[in-house]
DNA sequence: ACCCAGGAATTGT
DNA sequence: ACAATTCATGGG
């Protein structure tokens, strides 16, 4: 299992070979990686298909109000995050109610599949990235950047690439070792994992974290010049 | 009214 | 294989 205070240096060390990443090292120097509980995950980025980050929020606190289970810290109250059990019993109303719109279908599956035992975090980390991918691709609801996602901030699957826009505009604008594909708004199934793989096979076994560096960076900067 | 938002599944060609 | 369409919702 993988371990931050072992593994930090040699991971930084391994990504700050690109020397675009090592600039972007150095101006955040407190950015990481989380290890979020796969099924907080799970629904989290199965919400987050098509919408915004402020709504995802919303959506997320909604979820948690309506089936997470209260509880007192500091005199304050909180609510925890649903299990899959919760969600898997949830009534289909309740969840419309959230604010999740068509996304209710999505995290039933996702939710049924943890609870009925179809998906096992213990076997996903065991595997690799392909093959924890491939179960990750039989949810619906589940597609090839929301298991990407999945798999880099809660299954130690710390090659995974995930790729959309942003991050796609920051290799295409700086590495000329992408045949450069032309994109649109969106990207193609087929440029998706053109770009997801070759960044991967580039950045190596710690792809992911060059990933959220270059991501951060871009967001960082959106709009200002660099 | 219109456009967009950290997409994915389904249908049409 | 690949393109087009649909899916709810709220903010700007």
Known sequence: ??????????????ISRDSLVRRIVRLYPGLRLM??????????????????????????HN??????RPVKVDGLEFFTFPSAN????ADIDELRSCG?????????????AIASGQLDFDVLKAASYEEAKKELLQIYGIGNKIADC?????????????????????????????????????????????LSNSARRYFGKYAGYAQQYLYYHMRQTAGKKW
């Open 1 to 14: 299992m993988f371990r931050l205070d072992d593994d930090a240096r040699t991971i930084f060390g391994e």
């Open 35 to 60: 290890r979020q509980e796969p099924h907080q995950c799970i629904f989290s980025f199965v919400c987050a298909s098509n919408t915004n980050i402020p709504m995802i929020r919303r959506m997320l």
């Open 63 to 68: 979820l948690t109000r309506k089936f997470g």
């Open 86 to 89: 919760d969600i898997d019993r």
């Open 100 to 112: 999740l719109g068509y996304r209710v279908r999505a995290i039933k599956s996702a939710a049924h």
């Open 150 to 194: 999945i798999l880099l901030f809660s299954l130690e699957k710390l090659d995974a690439f995930p790729m959309d826009v942003w991050i796609a505009r920051a290799l295409l604008e700086n590495y000329s070792w992408l045949h450069q594909e032309e994109f649109g708004d969106k990207l193609t199934l087929h440029q998706y994992e053109e």
